[in-house]
């Protein structure tokens, strides 16, 4: 095995370390302005006004400190981001041991939607790339903890896991989104499609979406509360996790 292998580049490993590992203010010296702490608090703060506006130079602005001042913290903007989520995961409970695993993979869902709702600029994040941080880690052995319960082979665990996770990202991504479009814009969805009622009586025909009106008319788009609708989804994905999980007939 190659050192490379082994420990990986300098630039990973110094971020392994400072998300397991970060220095301690120093002791000796002139007292620094700043920690580590508030450097990530101050990025958090300015991503929850705009996510699109998190740069070096803006969080310093937030602490009232010169940019170059943060660098002595974190090396850059990449960096920072990665010790953002793993302190955002650091929000989420865990669920009880004692309860059945169908209920406690739904507390997972359920603390995951909460913890995008707080912080919506996790929407951000890279779920194929996620920090190998002590928080990040902590929840996702936990969940993996949970689907194995049900006795499945490693591959599905992991597998199941992720689709419980990716289920409320996306829906998560989705409702923030639109929010977010919303509050841009002025207009509510239903104003969206208000404003293009047009479609209907110039390109809209039965002949080419004969399923979608048959639908229409016997109320299957009346329902339409994006809440539900990810709670519909997660109920699916546990419904298949434990058929597959069930002996066989």
Not at 188 to 213: H, I, K, N, Q, V
């Amino acid at each position: 095995m190659t050192e490379q292998e082994q420990w990986g580049t300098p630039e990973g490993q110094a971020m392994i370390e400072l998300l397991w590992d970060p220095p301690a203010p120093a002791r000796r010296g002139p007292r620094q302005k700043l920690s580590l702490d508030e450097v990530v608090e101050a990025g958090m703060a300015v991503a929850a006004r705009s996510v699109d506006e998190l740069s070096m130079r803006k969080v310093a602005q937030h602490l009232g400190v010169g940019a170059m001042s943060l660098y002595t913290y974190v090396p850059g903007r990449d960096e920072l981001f990665e010790l953002m989520i793993d302190r955002a995961w650091a929000d989420r409970a865990l669920p009880d041991r004692d309860l059945p695993w169908r209920a406690q993979a739904g507390f997972h869902a359920h603390e995951a939607w909460r913890m995008y709702r707080e912080h919506p600029w996790l929407i951000s994040s890279n779920l194929w790339r996620m920090p190998l941080g002590p928080h990040v880690l902590d929840v996702q052995e936990d969940l993996y903890r949970v689907v194995a319960l049900t006795g499945l082979d490693p591959a599905t665990v992991v597998r199941s896991a992720g689709l419980i996770e990716s289920h409320v990202f996306g829906a998560a991504r989705a409702q923030i989104t639109d929010t977010s479009v919303a509050s841009r814009t002025g207009a509510s969805r239903d104003d969206y499609y208000s404003a293009r009622a047009g479609f209907w009586g110039s390109y809209y025909s039965e002949e080419r979406f004969p399923t979608m009106l048959r639908l229409w008319n016997a109320g299957g788009f009346d329902d339409d509360d994006p809440a539900d609708d990810w709670e519909f989804g997660l109920g699916l994905i546990l419904d298949g996790i434990e058929r597959l999980a069930a002996p066989p007939a």
